[in-house]
């Protein structure tokens, strides 16, 4: 086979970089970021090398597997929906639809295809357990924006590119690359941000490479994010220097949000959060005096018991700065794909609530952290079975030991994975898609989070292995079983109906450029691309930027995305109040009444100084990023797992000597929830007090076929994750702020 250079956009992470690929006879030779792609200009990471690796790797799944006997075997793509049919239908009838439980990991997100299908599938699955990776680290910026602005995908994020002032709270994107903000090279916008005379200050409880780069660390007590961001937002009342400019006539509630914070002044914030005052007043007075200035708070500040009080802060401060929707601050970006909102129903969390704790729905689904509470306790609805889509949730969800056993309990568990991993070893019936060099791509979510307005499509660099189903094919076809049509049932016309259904709603929609166009011609117009491809074409034909089909002949379609592999670059963000916003009252909703009622609790904390464990002498867990893993999947790939063990606690060697740990030695770290054994490294970067553990590992265990990553296993820090604490908002679990104990192993 001829060599080949193909583009594509990077699905590892949020960062979206272009890559340019060098193939020959079926195999990656060479990548390097595409310095053609308008957004990311060549920038690269190491994980963005690896993708013919993951591509190559021997461990990956070709072919389903079966457990016959205890074993995994291998079986025909036909044995394996048949078990699947067969299984699952048995157990639906004798215990009805809720027995069933999904789980959807972070990659579907990076997937447009199953985007696409996983809706169609939990339709058919009838379930109300649906749990995924967002309940982990961002459900609280979703609600918290579904309150805000009416619509849970509607997230302003910093323009890095314009602004004067940034002031980052529990985000490392120096690790991470970014999360809800999608910007390739953080590391040069951040320094660029400094070069035109700007400031970029981090708070967080360790100093992360993030905040070595910055103008300012600020030190902060894990899990009272919350608090600071009050503190400043009471200063800037209290000093007059709350200025929301145009903003006061798109903002309601302005008014109920400075009493809601009259009790948080910079003394009592100090005393729970461990951010001097006068740094509290300090950083009030700097966003107010820059001429653009823009918060943002990412993992760190999300995953805590005040999650979702963090996350709206954030708003309420670029609000009050009068930084929301202008250059340089918190801006709505605006994708291809998007169609005009429509004042939607009153966003609200709680429509429906989990059976055993109780704990609302946001968004459809259940808090993940009581996914093992609804397979353990017996009754109605007890959960029996399990399908996981790209997830792991035995490495990345809270109480992992205890979830990992009732894994191994389950009447039937199906997951759709590449790997045989701490998960998908308790399935039934392993189905892996084709590899990420296997499908196109387009980013559906990550487009609509992006910093810049972008548009890209990849086709896919090789093609899938004879006889096996895309992962869209796959999905479509578990929906056809979910909703009794058997395993035989055809997914090609299954998936047309699904195209035809959002032909129609496109047809009948008044706000789309082919309002009462002839369904037959859109279809015809479509042309005989994969079902998900042509679906994705009806969505950017229809966007705000499309062709209509004809009716803006160079409006954006996926033939015109084809012709500019680099991607297509439509500019700088542009203010978009009020048509971003879905609420009722059509402008900016800033004081939701369950957000000011929660400040109540997080006041009452102050008192109880309950996050202030060391004063007995214990420690608090946080979790960190690691540049060279993307959550827990990508440590099969040698070259980003070579080198010295990073699964370490780091611990302040302050704190070493109080409790006789040694570096380099092994600790002993336990929580309510659990105990792991970990290596010790010391250093003065993090906070005296806290113990930081990288998450994504504990790989090597009985029944999983990942070698590699078998050898440099580490430990699983979800272990110690206590999935009887969550946010009571957002339902997100406590990942930050954990209370352990740390003694020589
Ligand atoms: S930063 Fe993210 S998108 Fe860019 S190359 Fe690395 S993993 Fe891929």
């Not at 699955?125 to 982990?136: M, W």
């Not at 805000?148 to 994020?157: D, K, N, Q, R, S």
Request: aromatic share 4%.
């Amino acid at each position: 086979m001829a060599k080949r250079v193909a583009f594509r956009t990077c699905p590892l992470c949020e960062a979206t970089c272009g890559l340019r690929i060098e193939t020959e006879n079926g195999h990656v030779t060479g990548i390097r970021g595409d310095a053609e792609d308008p957004f990311s200009k060549g920038f690269i990471c190491p994980k963005g090398s690896t993708l013919g690796a993951l591509h190559d790797d021997p461990d990956r799944l070709r072919r389903p597997l079966v457990r016959r006997d205890g074993e995994h075997v291998e079986a025909t793509w036909e044995e394996a929906f048949a078990e699947v049919a067969r299984r699952l239908t048995t157990l639906v009838a004798t215990h009805g639809p809720d027995a069933v439980a999904v789980y959807i990991g972070n990659p579907n997100a990076h997937n447009f295809a199953n985007t696409l299908a996983i809706r169609p599938l939990v339709k058919a699955l009838r379930t109300r357990n649906i749990y995924s990776a967002s309940t982990v680290d961002q459900m609280p910026k979703h609600v918290a924006c579904g309150l805000l602005y009416g619509h849970p995908f509607a997230i302003p994020v910093p323009d890095l590119d314009r602004t004067d002032f940034l002031l980052l709270l529990g985000a490392n994107p120096l690790e991470s690359n970014g999360s809800l903000a999608t910007a390739p090279d953080w590391p040069g916008r951040l320094e660029a941000i400094r070069r035109r005379g700007g400031r970029v200050v981090v708070v967080d409880p360790r100093r992360t490479r993030t905040a070595e780069r910055a103008d300012l660390h600020v030190t902060i007590r894990p899990g009272t994010d919350a608090a600071l961001l009050a503190g400043i937002a009471h200063t800037l009342f209290a000093e007059g220097l709350a200025a929301p400019g145009v903003l006061a006539d798109a903002v309601t509630g302005i008014d109920l949000v400075e009493g809601a914070v009259a009790g948080f002044t910079p003394e009592r914030v100090a005393s729970f959060t461990g951010v001097p005052a006068d740094a509290v007043v300090s950083l009030a007075r700097e966003l107010a005096a820059a001429p653009t200035a823009v918060v943002y708070g990412r993992i760190g500040t999300h995953t805590t018991v005040y999650g979702t009080l963090a996350a709206w802060l954030v708003d309420v401060l670029n609000v009050l700065t009068g930084n929301l929707d202008r250059p340089g601050g918190a801006m709505f970006p605006h994708a291809a794909h998007e169609r005009p909102r429509r004042p939607a129903r009153t966003f609200q969390t709680g429509r429906w609530h989990s059976r055993v704790r109780g704990l609302p729905e946001s968004l459809g689904e259940l808090p993940v952290a009581t996914l093992a509470d609804e397979m353990e306790a017996p009754g109605d609805g007890q959960v029996k079975a399990l399908l996981t889509i790209a997830g792991n949730p035995a490495l990345t969800t809270p109480d992992a030991g205890r979830l990992d056993g009732l894994l191994a309990g389950l009447d039937l568990m199906v997951s759709v994975d590449p790997y045989l991993n701490a998960t998908t070893r308790h399935a039934d019936v392993i189905l892996p898609p084709p590899s990420v060099l296997q499908k196109s791509h387009y980013d559906l979510a990550f487009t609509a989070l992006s910093v810049r307005n972008v548009s890209d499509f990849s086709p896919a660099v090789f093609e899938r292995e004879p006889g096996s189903p895309s992962e869209f094919e796959i999905l479509v076809r578990l929906a056809a079983i979910a909703a009794g049509l058997g395993a035989e049932a055809d997914p090609a016309a299954l998936a047309t109906a699904t195209l035809a259904a959002e032909i129609a709603k496109a047809v009948d929609d008044p706000t789309s450029p082919i309002h009462g166009r002839d369904a037959a011609e859109i279809e015809r117009a479509l042309g005989d691309r994969p079902v998900e491809e042509r679906l994705l074409d009806l969505m950017l034909r229809t966007g705000h930027r499309g062709d209509g089909f004809g009716v803006t002949p160079d409006g954006v379609s996926l033939a015109l995305l084809e012709r500019h592999p680099h991607g297509i670059d439509f500019g700088p963000l542009e203010p978009r109040l009020p048509d971003a916003l879905a609420t009722e009252s059509g402008e900016v909703e800033l004081a939701p009444p369950s957000l000011i009622a929660d400040l109540t609790r997080l006041e009452r904390a102050f008192d109880a100084s309950a996050l202030d464990t060391t004063a007995a002498g214990g420690m608090v867990l946080v979790g960190r990023r690691q540049l060279r893993t993307a959550n827990s999947w990508t440590q099969n790939v040698p070259v980003l797992v070579r080198g010295k063990d990073s699964c370490v606690a780091q611990v302040h060697p302050d704190d070493a000597g109080r409790l006789g740990l040694v570096d380099g030695a092994t600790a002993r770290v336990s929580s309510a929830a659990g105990s792991i054994d970990v290596p010790v490294v010391l250093t003065d970067a993090i906070m005296p007090g806290v113990v930081c553990i990288p998450y994504g590992w504990g790989h090597g265990l009985p029944g999983t076929q990942q070698a590699f990553a078998a050898g440099h296993a580490g430990v699983n820090v979800n272990v110690l994750t206590d999935a009887s604490v969550v946010d009571p908002l957002s339902g997100n679990a406590v990942l930050n702020g954990i209370p352990v104990t740390v003694v020589p192993a």
